[in-house]
């Protein structure tokens, strides 16, 4: 497994800085945002040909490879260019959200749909194009999921996995793990006090801090032999100083460096 930090949690501070301290909490890669107005400055999608020089003279000078970019929009214009990005970057994982609407069919057809076109031109640029459940749309809990997966037989689509969500789901997050795990190609922690519509304030999301089971979550990867991206995703801290930005991101690798240790994985 690829530990790493979605760098939306140093979305106050430029890329450089979440490149230096990710690389300064012990990860082993980094997840770059492409999620507007939380630090949309790290890959401006318009931009997206003038800032791939710098990622890549970051990439190396803190030996962090990129495993991934979030850009939660389907749109197909904004998909295309994180495409191209990524391949000019070699990262192997784009990550979307799923949109839609919880309990409409129609609105899960709809998403069944675009994903499958969508996946397409993952394929068409050698990537691999993941959604995962999200509280509130179509893709929501792992029945869900599993209609997605049923439909899209693409090998370049595959599930991002988010304890968090599936937690707030009312499901249990290692047994929903277990059963999908054949198709996950990225996965996306943190940890969560409670079941309430958000994860809760971004020192409450650090591994350790809430009520999910992530040894156990960490233990079904290593058993199936999960080798892909495992990226803590902290929301709601771009207003954060870098101090807390750190702290957040050293504690949940150490939370997980344990996790590790204590099902054999490292």
Not at 31 to 54: K, M, N, Y
């Amino acid at each position: 497994m690829k530990l790493g930090v979605n760098s939306i949690l140093f979305g106050g501070h430029d890329m450089a800085v979440a490149f230096e301290y990710t690389a300064a909490s012990g990860y082993d890669g980094i997840e770059l945002s492409a999620i507007e107005g939380f630090g949309d400055r790290h890959l401006v999608l318009g931009e997206w040909r003038q800032i791939v020089p710098t990622i890549n003279e970051l990439s190396k000078k803190w030996n962090l490879p990129v495993t991934a970019i979030e850009q939660p929009s389907q749109e197909p214009d904004r998909m295309e260019a994180v495409f191209e990005a990524a391949a000019e970057i070699d990262c192997p994982v784009i990550n979307c959200g799923p949109g839609g609407e919880t309990g409409s069919e129609a609105s899960l057809q709809e998403v069944i749909d675009t994903l499958g076109r969508l996946s397409e031109r993952a394929a068409h640029f050698g990537r691999t194009l993941c959604v995962k459940a999200h509280v509130g749309m179509a893709v929501h809990d792992t029945p869900t999921s599993l209609r997605v997966l049923d439909a899209i037989t693409s090998d370049a689509f595959g599930l991002d996995m988010d304890p968090s969500h599936v937690h707030r789901a009312g499901e249990n997050p290692v047994e929903a793990l277990a059963a999908v795990i054949d198709r996950v190609r990225h996965v996306h922690i943190r940890d969560c006090r409670g079941r309430q519509t958000g994860p809760g304030d971004p020192e409450m999301q650090a591994n350790g801090r809430g009520d999910i089971d992530l040894l156990g979550y960490m233990r079904v990867l290593h058993e199936h032999r999960y080798t892909g991206p495992v990226n803590l995703e902290i929301i709601g801290a771009q207003e954060y100083a870098l101090p807390r930005c750190v702290a957040i991101a050293a504690e949940s690798r150490g939370h997980m460096q344990a996790c590790l240790q204590a099902c054999g994985a490292r």
